[in-house]
């Protein structure tokens, strides 16, 4: 358990510093991992194969995003998604 302080930072293991770490947001929860692999395999767990072939499929397309980028593309591909509803 980490504590979030004023700034909504959450302080990891010194065993990160000035390491790149991967970070999913779901509902509710927030997943950090050291490696894409390891990411890649709790979210398997979590969401199952459609959802993890969709994160690789974005950032296959992205390469290495900003989040800012990220969350871009995430938000014009749910789009396009609740459109075939339609």
Request: hydrophobic share 35%; glycine share 6%.
């Amino acid at each position: 358990m980490r504590k979030v302080d004023s700034k909504g930072r959450i302080y990891l293991s010194p065993s990160f510093r000035g390491k790149r770490v991967y970070l999913v947001r779901g509902r509710g929860f927030l997943v950090v991992a050291a490696s894409r692999a390891e990411l890649q395999e709790v979210l398997k767990k979590l969401y199952g194969r459609s959802f993890l072939e969709e994160y690789l499929s974005l950032l296959r397309e992205l390469g290495e995003p900003t989040l800012e980028e990220l969350e871009k593309s995430t938000r014009r591909r749910s789009w396009r998604k609740l459109e075939e509803y339609s």
